[in-house]
C-alpha cells in the first residue's frame, strides 16, 4: 500500500513497529506449515481477486481458494502438484524470470516477497494441505495450556494470557489497587463511575470474596443495562430519526427501553437474538417480542419528494442482511450483493436467498413507517405502575376516612377517580415493528444484478451460504428460522463473534481486532483457543448469559493486573494485545459527559423514555426540513445519561461525534478512538462540562466538612478521580488556587461569570471568587488524563 | 526510571512549551522521543502530518463550492437557443419514458421552457455566461466550464453522498477526508478539512457529506460556523480568559505528569500534547476566522460583511429560508475560504443552500429567486479567482464549482398542473460544472449537450471522472488511494474501473 495504512485498519497480522513481536499465535519450529494462518492470508491477499470464488472476476478457470481448484486437473497439468513444488506451474510462475510471466502480475500491484514465497514451496512440497478458514469450523474447548507460574491464574482465562506471556518472556502484572478496580468495573459494566458509598463499601470490606461481590453488585445495578444498551445501540444502528434529507422525527426509542431491559434481565443471548429478529413469528407472541422486531425497523426511511418507495425499501432490507452479518456472523456479506464475494465463500446468489428471508415484512419505505404498533414498553409499564400504585394509596386512604371527614372525602375521591382515568387513559405511542406479508402477498425474490432494484435477474428462494453450517432440516425457511440458525449450536460464528465483542469492549481491543471480520480477510485472533475457549463456555456452560460472560472475564487475573506499563512490555507490545498489563484506554464519549455529571451531582439516574434534549450550542440543527427545533430539555431531563440525548441522523449531537460516537446511519461495530484538538474542545468548554465544573464546585463547598483550601481541593480530587490525592497533585492545584484567587479578586465580573454561567445564581453565603476558582480547578480535573481514560 | 520519564523530567516548563511549538503536534512529539511515547490509540506518525502525494500534484489545496439543491445549467452555463423554439410545447414521450424525476409524473407530460435569461459569449474560449453572472463571466479565462457531466442519482441526498462520498448510501468518507487521510494538513494548528456553509441550511445528506465513513474520525470535516464559536466549543467558558487557561494547561500538565509517572503508559505524554495543540488551535482558529481585520478594499472585491448576520436563518417561507440579494454570508465565506488555504489548510469545503428551484413556492421561483442567489454568489467568486491569483495563489489552489445534479429542460409540474411560479425539476442526465486553478486549463469549454440540453452529446463525464480528476490535480492516484476493507480496496472513486483522470482538460 503506498498510502499510510492506519494500524486499525490493518488486516495484515504482525506489522506493528520494528522489533514489536509477531500477533498471530507462535509456531514452534519443526511445526507443519498452517494453511489458516501461514499460507491462505498470502493467497487471499495476492491471489484470490482473480482466482477466488467470485466466479465473474476469476482469471483463467483457476482458482486457488479450494483444494479441488488449485490440484485439480487443467490443460498443462494441475496449477499445484501436491509434495512437487517443481512441477508446480502454481510455483513457477511466481517465481518466473519473465516479468511478463510472474504471478502476480505486475499491474496488479501485488508482490510476494522471499519469505512468502519460502513459506509457499514448503506447504507445496508438505502436500499442499488445505484446511478450512479457522472461523468456519465449529470451536470446540480446548484443554488449558500448562503455565509455569501456576500461582498467578485466577481462571482459564488467565492460562491462555499466561501461557501466551511466558512463550513471549513477558510476565503479567500483579493486582490493581482496590480504587482502581472499582472504578474500571464500574465503567465497563455501566459506564459510569463508583459513588463514593460503593468505594468505601469496598474498601472496608474485608471478606476474601470482596471482588466477587463487588461484581456481583455492579452486575445487579440498573445502569449495566444502559452501558451495553449504548454498544447495541450503535450495531444497530439507532435514531430518532428517519435519515436521508427529512430526517424527521420518529418513535424509536420504547424499542432502546426493551434492550435495556433485556440486559438487565440478561435475557439469554440467543433469546435475545430470536426475539429482535423474528419475536413477531413466535407463537403466541407477547407484546414484548412484538417490540423486539424493531430492531430491523432502524433502518432508514426515505421521504424526499419523488423517491421511489421500492428503491428504498430495498435499500432497508440490503441493509438488515447487512447489520444481521456484521453483528452475529462477523462477516461483510453485504459485498456479495452487487458480485459474489472475492474473499469469502458467498456468492452473490446465496445473498439473495438470505435476502429472501428478509424480503417478506410489510414495511415498504412508506413515510409514516408503517406498519406501526402501540406496545406497553417498559417505559410505559413504569408508568403505569407508579400511577396505579398511586391510585390505590388514594382508595386505601378513602376507606380509612371517617365520616365526619366528608369534604376531604369527596376531595379523595375526586382524585382518585380522575387519576384511575388518567390510567385507564394511558396509551404507549406505535413503533415500527416487522410484521410478515401474508402467505398469498409473498414478495418474489430475484437477485439483483449489480444490486440494482430496477435490474432483476434469477429467481431466487430463501437459503443460506453453503460454506457456513447447514440448515437444520425441520426449520421453517422464514425469519425465526433464519434467528434459529444464527443462534444454533452448529455455527462457529455467533458466539466467537460475541465472545470477541465483548472482549473489545473490558480490554480495549478484540482478540481479532477487526470485530466485524473474522472471515478471510480479518484479522487472525491473537489468542485462537482462548477465543474457542469462551465461545464453548459462553454457549454450553453459560447458556448465553451475558452477565455470566462478563463476569468471568472480570474475575480473571487478566482483567484484574495493574495498567502500569513496564518497559519491555511498553516496546515489545505497545498496544497491548498480549495483556502483560491491565487494560487502560480513552472512555467512550457518553461515557465521559456521564461521568462529569455524576461525580458534579448533575446526574439524573431516570431510565428510559422519550429522548431528550442537554445544552448544545446553537443553530446545529440547520438542516434542510426545519420543522424540528434543539428545545433544550428542563430540569433533570437536562442531566440524563448520555444514551437518552436525542439522536438526530443527519445532525448527531456534536460533542459525542467528536469523540468518535456514530451517527445511526450504519451499523457502527465499534468506535475507532481518536484524540484530537477538537475533542479536546469539548471537555474543556463545552457549556456541558463548564455546568459540571460548576455543580462540582458547589457541591464541595455544600458537602465538605472541612472549609480549608487544601482540604476542599483534596475533596474535589477524591469526588473526581476517586482516590486520595499525592501530595505533588495538591501542589499544582494549590499554585492554581493561588493564581487564580488573585485573578478573581480583582475581576470580580469574571468570577460571577465562570461561577455561574449557565449552571444558575450562587448558592446564598458563598464568596463569589471561592466558587469561581474551585470552578477553574473543577473544570482542570475533569480533563485529566486519568479521567479521560479507564485506569 | 525509564528512558521516557528521563526524557520528561529533562524538559522544564519552559523548554518543554518552547520545542512543542508552532507545528509541532502530539504524534511529532512522539516521534521526538522516540518510539517509545507510542500513543496507546496507535499514531507510529501524526496521522494529519503534511505528506506527498504519489503522483506529482498540480495544486496543494482545494476549495470546493457546491450550490446545495442544483442549480440550473440551462440559465447558467448551458445556452440552448433551440429550446427557446419549444418553450411552452409538450416534452415529446421519448424524453420521458423509463425516467425517473422528482416531481415529473409518468402520464403527466411536463412542457418544455426556454431559458429564462440571456446569455453572452466572453473571454478566449467565447465561453457562453449568463447575464445573472456579470461578474465571474470577467473570469472566464480562467474557467474550464464542463457541460457535459451527469450523475446516477435524482435525488439530493444520494446524490451528495455519491459526489462528496463516491457511494450513494451513507457509511462512506467523503472526498476532503480522502484528501487529508492522503496528504495530511499543511498547518497543524488547524484542522486540515474545513466546511463552510451558508444559505440557511446544511446540505441535504447532512453531515455525512464531510464525515469520514470507515476512516477515523481525525479525517472528518470541521465544521466552521458564521454564528458562535467559529469551531465547536473554541472559546473558552465565559469568565475564563486565556491567562486562565494557560494556567490550567499548566496545572493539568503538572497532573498528568504525575500520573505519567505512576504509570507509564505513552498515551498520557500524547494527551498532554493534545492539550498544547489544542491551546494553540484556539488563537489560530479564531485569528484565521476573524475577517474583519482585511482591508477595505478587500472587503468590498468579496462583498464580504463581517459580523453581518446570515438573513437565511432567520428569515423562512413555508420551511424554507428565503434568500435576500444583500445576505453577505456566501461572500464571508469565499474570503475565509481565500483566508483557510493561506494558512495551509488542505480542503476547504462550501455548501450554499436554495439553489433547488422547482418552482413550487416563492424561495424556489427560478425567475425571481435565481437572480437573487447568483447576486449572492457572483462577485464573491470572482473575487476569490482574482484575490488568489493575486497572491500566487490561483496556480496551486483547485477551484471546483457546481450542484448534485442538473435541471430539467421542462418546466417543472409538480401534481401535473403550474402555478405562480417557475422552475425545473432534478435533471441526472446533464449538467454543468466549472473548475478553475490548480492545473486545469483555463478559457476551455469541454463537452456539450444535444441541442435541447437533455444528454451529454459531446465528451461525457461522470462523478467518478471528476472525483479521479480532483484527486489527481492534488497527487493522488485515484486508482490506489484506498483502504483494505474486507479484502476489497475502498475508494472514492468506487470499485469499479469506470473514472478516469480527464486529461483533456488539464493544463
Given amino acids: 500500500m503506498l498510502y499510510p495504512i492506519e494500524r486499525e485498519m490493518m488486516k495484515s497480522v504482525g506489522i506493528l513497529t520494528t522489533g514489536v513481536l509477531l500477533l498471530m499465535a507462535p509456531l514452534a519450529r519443526g511445526e507443519r506449515i498452517d494453511f489458516s494462518r501461514q499460507i491462505r492470508p498470502i493467497l487471499s491477499k495476492n491471489c484470490f481477486a482473480c482466482h477466488g470464488p467470485d466466479e465473474k472476476k476469476r482469471k483463467a478457470k483457476l482458482r486457488l481458494d479450494t483444494r479441488e481448484g488449485a490440484t485439480g486437473e487443467r490443460k498443462g497439468g494441475p496449477a499445484i502438484v501436491p509434495g512437487k513444488s517443481a512441477e508446480s506451474e502454481f510455483y513457477l510462475r511466481i517465481t518466473h524470470s519473465d516479468p511478463e510471466e510472474i504471478m502476480p502480475p505486475k499491474k496488479s500491484k501485488h508482490e510476494l516477497n522471499a519469505a512468502e514465497i519460502g513459506l509457499l514451496k514448503g506447504w507445496i512440497d508438505g502436500g499442499a494441505k488445505y484446511d478450512e478458514h ?125 434492550v435495556i431491559k433485556a440486559f438487565n434481565d440478561d435475557m439469554p443471548y440467543d433469546q435475545f437474538t430470536i426475539e429482535q429478529l423474528a419475536g413477531d413469528l413466535l407463537p403466541e407472541a407477547s407484546s414484548q417480542q412484538v417490540l423486539a422486531t424493531a430492531f430491523h425497523r432502524n433502518t432508514m426511511t426515505n421521504t424526499e419528494g419523488g423517491t421511489t418507495d421500492e428503491e428504498w425499501r430495498v435499500a432497508a432490507v440490503k441493509d438488515r442482511i447487512d447489520t444481521t452479518g456484521l453483528i452475529w456472523l462477523g462477516l461483510s456479506v453485504g459485498c456479495a450483493k452487487c458480485h459474489s464475494h472475492k474473499y469469502d465463500p458467498i456468492s452473490q446468489t446465496e445473498y439473495y436467498q438470505l435476502y429472501d428471508f428478509l424480503n417478506q415484512s410489510a414495511d415498504a419505505d412508506r413515510g409514516g413507517d408503517d406498519p406501526k404498533r402501540a406496545l406497553p414498553s417498559p417505559f410505559y409499564l413504569s408508568q403505569h405502575a407508579e400511577l396505579a400504585q398511586r391510585v390505590d394509596k388514594l382508595r386505601s386512604k378513602l376507606a380509612g376516612l371517617s365520616g365526619e371527614q366528608a369534604a376531604l372525602k369527596a376531595e379523595f375521591a375526586k382524585l382518585s377517580r380522575e387519576l384511575n382515568d388518567k390510567v385507564m387513559k394511558m396509551k404507549p405511542p406505535a413503533i415500527p415493528v416487522m410484521q410478515e406479508l401474508p402467505p398469498n402477498g409473498k414478495r418474489k425474490t430475484h437477485v439483483l444484478v449489480k444490486g440494482d432494484f430496477q435490474s432483476p435477474g434469477t429467481p431466487v428462494t430463501a437459503g443460506v451460504p453453503k460454506s457456513l453450517h447447514a440448515w437444520p432440516s425441520q426449520g421453517p425457511m422464514n425469519r425465526v428460522g433464519l434467528a434459529r440458525w444464527l443462534v444454533s449450536e452448529e455455527n462457529p460464528l455467533t458466539a466467537r463473534v460475541t465472545v470477541n465483542r465483548i472482549w473489545a469492549r473490558l480490554f480495549g481491543i478484540g482478540m481479532v481486532e477487526t470485530e466485524e471480520d473474522l472471515g478471510t480477510q480479518g484479522e487472525l485472533p491473537t489468542h485462537p483457543e482462548l477465543l474457542d475457549w469462551l465461545a464453548v463456555e459462553f454457549r454450553e456452560t453459560h447458556k448465553w448469559s451475558l452477565k455470566k460472560l462478563c463476569k468471568t472475564m472480570v474475575m480473571s487475573a487478566t482483567y484484574r493486573q495493574s495498567s502500569q506499563i513496564k518497559d519491555s512490555a511498553r516496546e515489545r507490545d505497545p498496544r497491548n494485545r498480549l495483556l502483560a498489563r491491565g487494560p487502560r484506554f480513552r472512555l467512550e464519549a457518553e461515557m465521559i459527559r456521564d461521568q462529569a455529571l455524576a461525580v458534579s451531582g448533575l446526574l439524573s439516574r431516570k431510565m428510559y423514555g422519550p429522548p431528550v434534549m442537554p445544552l448544545q450550542p446553537e443553530g446545529i440543527w440547520k438542516t434542510v426540513y426545519n420543522g424540528s427545533n434543539w428545545r433544550t430539555s428542563k430540569g433533570e431531563d437536562r442531566h440524563r445519561r448520555g444514551l437518552y440525548t436525542f439522536a438526530k441522523r443527519t445532525s448527531a449531537y456534536p460533542s459525542f461525534l467528536l469523540m468518535d460516537a456514530g451517527s445511526g446511519e450504519v451499523c457502527l461495530p465499534r468506535r475507532i478512538r481518536t484524540n484530537t484538538p477538537t475533542a479536546a474542545l469539548v471537555t474543556l468548554n463545552d457549556p456541558v462540562f463548564t455546568e459540571a465544573a460548576q455543580a462540582l464546585a458547589r457541591r464541595v463547598v455544600a458537602e465538605g466538612k472541612d472549609q480549608r483550601v487544601a482540604a476542599r481541593l483534596a475533596f474535589a480530587f477524591e469526588l473526581v478521580t476517586g482516590r486520595l490525592v499525592q501530595e505533588v497533585e495538591m501542589a499544582a492545584m494549590l499554585r492554581l488556587y493561588e493564581d487564580q484567587f488573585k485573578h478573581y479578586l480583582e475581576d470580580g465580573k469574571a468570577a460571577m461569570a465562570i461561577a455561574s454561567n449557565p449552571i444558575g445564581p450562587l448558592p446564598e453565603g458563598v464568596p463569589v471568587t471561592e466558587l469561581a476558582v474551585l470552578t477553574v480547578i473543577a473544570n482542570v480535573l475533569l480533563n485529566m488524563d486519568e479521567i479521560l481514560t479507564k485506569g | 526510571m525509564t528512558e521516557n520519564e528521563r526524557y520528561l523530567q529533562a524538559l522544564t516548563r519552559r523548554h518543554f512549551l518552547t520545542r512543542c511549538g508552532v507545528g509541532l503536534g502530539g504524534a511529532a512529539l512522539a516521534n521526538m522521543m522516540g518510539n517509545l511515547a507510542q500513543a496507546e490509540e496507535p499514531r507510529v506518525h501524526n496521522p494529519l502530518a503534511p505528506r506527498m502525494g504519489t503522483l506529482p500534484a498540480k495544486a496543494k489545496n482545494i476549495i470546493y463550492l457546491h450550490m446545495a439543491g442544483s442549480p440550473t445549467q440551462l440559465e447558467l452555463f448551458d445556452y440552448k437557443p433551440e429550446l427557446k423554439k419549444f418553450d411552452g410545447k409538450i416534452c415529446p414521450k421519448e424524453y420521458l419514458d423509463g425516467k425517473r424525476f422528482a416531481f415529473i409524473q409518468p402520464g403527466k407530460n411536463p412542457v418544455m421552457m426556454g431559458p429564462l435569461f440571456e446569455f453572452k459569449q466572453h473571454g478566449k474560449g467565447d465561453t457562453w455566461i449568463s447575464e445573472l453572472l456579470p461578474h465571474l463571466a470577467s473570469q472566464a479565462d480562467e474557467l474550464c466550464v464542463i457541460r457535459s457531466m451527469s450523475t446516477t442519482q435524482f435525488n439530493h441526498s444520494p446524490a451528495q453522498l455519491l459526489l462528496h462520498t463516491g457511494d450513494p448510501r451513507f457509511g462512506s468518507p467523503s472526498m476532503g477526508s480522502w484528501v487529508t487521510y492522503g496528504l495530511g494538513s499543511e498547518n497543524e494548528n488547524l484542522p486540515g478539512f474545513v466546511v463552510l456553509a451558508s444559505g440557511g441550511r446544511t446540505p441535504s445528506a447532512g453531515k455525512s457529506v464531510w464525515g469520514s465513513g470507515y476512516l477515523s474520525s481525525v479525517y472528518q470535516g470541521t465544521q466552521c460556523r458564521n454564528t458562535g464559536d467559529p469551531v465547536l466549543y473554541l472559546s473558552n467558558p465565559d469568565g475564563l480568559d486565556r491567562k486562565t487557561r494557560r494556567r490550567q494547561l499548566d496545572a493539568l500538565r503538572e497532573l498528568n505528569e504525575a500520573q505519567h509517572r505512576a504509570i507509564g503508559d505513552p498515551e498520557t505524554i500524547a494527551r498532554i500534547a493534545q492539550y498544547e495543540l489544542t491551546y494553540r488551535m484556539q488563537t489560530a482558529a479564531a485569528k484565521v476566522m476573524d475577517i474583519s481585520k482585511e482591508p477595505k478594499h478587500v472587503l468590498e472585491m468579496y462583498g464580504a460583511q463581517p459580523g453581518v448576520k446570515s438573513t437565511a436563518d432567520t428569515k423562512n417561507v413555508g420551511d424554507k429560508p428565503l434568500a435576500a440579494a444583500s445576505d453577505p454570508a456566501f461572500a464571508n465565506n469565499c474570503l475565509l475560504a481565500r483566508r483557510l488555504v493561506e494558512s495551509g489548510v488542505r480542503f476547504v469545503q462550501l455548501y450554499d443552500w436554495g439553489w433547488d428551484h422547482h418552482g413550487s413556492s416563492q424561495p424556489e421561483d427560478m425567475k ?4 437573487v442567489k447568483t447576486r449572492q454568489i457572483d462577485r464573491p467568486i470572482a473575487a476569490l479567482i482574482k484575490d488568489l491569483k493575486q497572491r500566487g495563489l490561483l496556480d496551486e489552489t483547485l477551484i471546483v464549482w457546481g450542484g448534485e445534479f442538473g435541471r430539467t429542460p421542462m418546466r417543472e409540474n409538480r401534481g401535473g398542473r403550474y402555478g405562480t411560479f417557475v422552475g425545473r425539476d432534478h435533471h441526472p442526465f446533464a449538467f454543468t460544472m466549472w473548475m478553475a486553478g490548480g492545473g486545469i486549463k483555463g478559457g476551455l469549454n469541454f463537452g456539450a449537450t444535444d441541442d435541447i440540453g437533455y444528454y451529454p452529446s459531446e465528451d461525457p463525464m461522470g462523478v467518478r471522472d471528476l472525483q479521479a480528476t480532483i484527486l489527481h490535480q492534488l497527487g493522488l492516484d485515484p486508482f490506489k488511494l484506498g483502504v483494505v476493507r474486507s479484502g476489497l480496496n475502498s475508494r472514492l472513486i468506487g470499485p469499479t474501473e469506470e473514472g478516469k483522470v480527464r486529461k483533456e482538460i488539464l493544463g
Fill in chain 1, 134 to 258: 479457522w472461523a468456519f469450523v465449529k470451536p470446540v474447548r480446548p484443554e488449558l495450556p500448562k503455565v509455569q507460574n501456576g500461582e498467578w491464574p485466577r481462571n482459564a482465562i488467565d492460562h491462555f494470557i499466561l501461557a501466551r506471556l511466558e512463550n513471549e518472556k513477558l510476565r503479567p502484572m500483579g493486582e490493581a489497587g482496590r480504587r482502581v478496580l472499582i472504578r474500571r468495573l464500574s465503567f465497563d459494566l455501566t459506564g459510569l463511575p463508583p459513588s463514593r458509598a460503593q468505594i468505601s463499601e469496598f474498601l472496608n470490606d474485608q471478606s476474601k470474596d470482596a471482588y466477587e461481590k463487588l461484581v456481583d453488585r455492579v452486575l445487579a445495578s440498573p445502569h449495566y443495562g444502559e452501558r451495553w444498551a449504548r454498544m447495541w445501540m450503535d450495531l444497530a444502528r439507532y435514531a430518532d430519526t428517519q435519515g436521508y434529507e427529512k430526517d424527521n422525527t420518529r418513535t424509536m426509542w420504547p424499542w432502546r427501553d426493551w
Fill in chain 2, 368 to 371: 425571481t429567486h435565481l437572480p
